[in-house]
């Protein structure tokens, strides 16, 4: 499998040039050349396997043998997730009226980020181990990736891992995870600004090759190829996990409802959905609306400032992972993704052509919603369930409640989930009513 840059100038790179690399040399995010395309046979096989099995198969599909042998990764992937406190390392938790909770904060961290970055560290130590070399792993954060990522590091010999915390702009839990680590390949800076400030010169590090290669520096961020590929397989899980039926031809439709700031997640369901699985995909966001603007009506760009929200981990203007989306919707089209990308950067703002926004809109549905909306949500999950929801998961679950509230009650489908302590855990995933027809209130 070899990985192309979404903006078509880098060159051709394997799978560990792609996870050492973060940014590609032309500031484009590395996707895989091709796609493999999976048979209804296939995902009936993969319906009875576990959560890790699911990312075992998944990563055989993307890192070759050459790379790393199948029995090796396998280990890897195992090593991973051994610290997770529950034994499924992902799990489902029906509710009342319909509402499904896909639980994705049982690592150390307990946010959803544990998942791939976990994966994503044992991948790194095998080559830089075969390799006896040393990286600096340099991260922004918004909250959660900061944390996980120095969790998934920590300690290691041949990594140093530099985070950029925003001050006053995570939560103090969060904060306390970053800051309290006292281990000397970890180096914690609070910097003035919000997340999306920060990736600015984190970006133009990176566009410095000579400079990258001589202080061998790599990001954690969304942006590297290998968080994406982990974060798959919560679709898959969530599939086999809320589907009807398998037996059918051909297999019925299951809505995705993923709360996003930089659209990783977003993008990995959208990925899951070109190989073959049969999901539907709804972005849930906070006040700070890019990305709904964007599939409501192709308006990229920013608002005046990025606002301060109860869902502090997805308070993101510039979803970097959006890119990826462009280029897989249009076709691997690099040259139409990257005259996107490089308006966008000039001048904060894009419209998209028609064509792409009407593919983008095929694909994914949008809604935004308010800190009232994310606390009356908390406050009606905990009444119905004595479920304690975070403000992230509370805004796709906010999607759930005005959806069942539309519809009568033969058509409410099983609800969205995912749902975390801190740290926004996406996603939420509702089936078809059964008869291979996706539920009425999706279009």
């Known amino acids: 499998m070899r990985y192309i840059s979404t903006r078509g100038m880098a060159p051709r790179v394997d799978f560990e040039g792609a996870l050492f690399s973060g940014y590609a040399p032309d500031g484009g995010l590395f996707m895989p050349e091709e796609l493999p395309q999976l048979s209804i046979e296939t995902l009936r096989q993969w319906s009875t396997l576990s959560y890790p099995g699911l990312v075992k198969e998944l990563c055989t599909l993307f890192i070759g043998p050459e790379l790393i042998p ?7 992937i195992d090593q991973a997730f051994s610290r997770f406190r529950h034994r499924e390392v992902v799990h489902l938790s029906r509710l009342r009226n319909g509402l499904n909770v896909l639980e994705l904060w049982h690592g150390v961290t307990y946010a959803f980020k544990d998942l791939s970055l976990c994966c994503t560290a044992q991948f790194l130590q095998y080559f830089l181990e075969k390799k006896e070399k040393h990286v600096t792993v340099v991260v922004g954060t918004s909250g959660d990736t ?40 970890v180096h914690v800076f609070g910097v003035e600004g919000n997340s999306d400030e920060l990736d600015e010169p984190i970006k133009a590090v990176f566009a410095d090759v000579a400079f990258v290669k001589k202080h061998n520096l790599m990001s954690l961020n969304s942006i590297n190829w290998s968080r994406v590929l982990v974060q798959m397989a919560h679709h898959f899980f969530a599939y086999f996990q809320c589907a009807p039926s398998l ?19 977003l993008a990995a369901g959208c990925l899951a959905q070109k190989m073959g699985l049969p999901v539907r995909l709804v972005v849930a966001v906070n006040r700070n609306d890019i990305i709904h603007r964007t599939v409501q009506q192709g308006d990229f760009s920013l608002s005046e400032a990025v606002e301060q929200t109860l869902a502090s981990a997805m308070d993101i203007q510039v979803p970097y992972n959006m890119e990826r989306i462009f280029w897989l919707l249009s076709g691997s089209n690099s040259q139409v993704t990257r005259a996107l990308m490089e308006q966008f950067e000039r001048t904060h703002s894009v419209s998209l052509p028609k064509e792409l926004h009407s593919k983008l809109s095929g694909a994914v549905t949008s809604e935004s919603v308010s800190d009232e909306a994310i606390t009356q949500t908390m406050a009606r999950c905990w009444e119905e369930n004595k479920y304690l929801l975070c403000p992230h998961s509370a805004v796709a679950v906010s999607y759930h409640y005005q959806q069942t509230e539309q519809q009568p009650p033969r058509y409410r489908p099983w609800a969205p989930g995912s749902l975390g302590y801190s740290g ?12 291979g027809s996706p539920n009425k209130w999706l279009y």
């Open 70 to 76: 199948r029995d090796v990764l396998n280990g890897l």
């Open 146 to 185: 900061g944390s996980a990522a120095i969790e998934s590091v920590q300690g290691a010999k041949n990594m140093d891992i530099i985070v950029l915390l925003p001050k006053g702009h995570c939560t103090k839990i969060q904060e306390l995870q970053m800051t309290t680590v006292l281990r000397e390949n």
């Open 247 to 265: 037996d059918m031809d051909p297999l019925p439709r299951v809505e995705v409802v993923v709360p996003t700031g930089a659209a990783g997640n």
């Open 424 to 435: 926004f855990q996406g996603p939420f995933f509702p089936p078809s009513r059964g008869d």
